[in-house]
């Protein structure tokens, strides 16, 4: 009888704990509502971030961090094409301190970057996300759920990001 009893404590406590884990899953599946600013200085909610159902890709990058501007040059190279194919909105989400910030707009505009650009100066949405080392990429399907990331950078990843994407667009799923 104690074997049994003790056996159902157990097992009841880890449904319990496999239930609150799901939940806390799903809750970190969508971009958490911070304010952070857009690139001439206004307040932009990411509660925003919306792509009228379709693929989203969020990109945390900063100006200084060379892997993060090839990223970004890479996916800009066929950019417009992933676009007309997907209709995929790619927002790329500096990390530049308040005092670097400022030169966030030159550098997109000297790179000819036709992304929506946003400043995370005091990293709130970094953390909020967990992001570690930059570049960081996640994927985010038609309903603004996170199903995929990726962190660093080597040439051809940006394919992968596409394939995400493109796989998101058929309804596949993502592994």
Not at 9 to 20: D, E, K, M, N, R
Not at 111 to 127: A, E, H, P, V
């Amino acid at each position: 009888m104690k074997k049994t009893t003790l056996i159902l404590v157990f097992l009841s406590a880890f449904i319990i704990t496999v239930a609150q884990s799901e939940d806390a899953s799903a809750r970190r599946k969508t971009i958490p509502v911070i304010s952070i600013k857009d690139m001439n200085g206004n307040i932009f909610s990411t509660g925003d971030i919306s792509n009228d159902g379709k693929p989203i890709i969020l990109d945390f990058w900063a100006t200084w961090c060379k892997p993060c501007v090839r990223e970004l040059s890479a996916i800009a190279d066929n950019y417009d094409d992933w676009v007309k194919e997907t209709g995929v909105k790619l927002y790329a989400i500096s990390i530049d301190d308040a005092r670097s910030s400022s030169q966030v707009k030159p550098f997109v505009d000297g790179k000819g970057w036709s992304y929506s650009i946003l400043l995370d100066q005091n990293s709130d949405l970094k953390r909020a996300m967990g992001v570690g080392p930059i570049p960081m990429t996640f994927v985010l399907n038609g309903k603004g759920e996170i199903v995929w990331s990726h962190t660093t950078f080597a040439e051809g990843n940006e394919n992968d990001v596409i394939e995400v994407v493109r796989k998101i667009v058929k309804g596949e799923e993502i592994k």
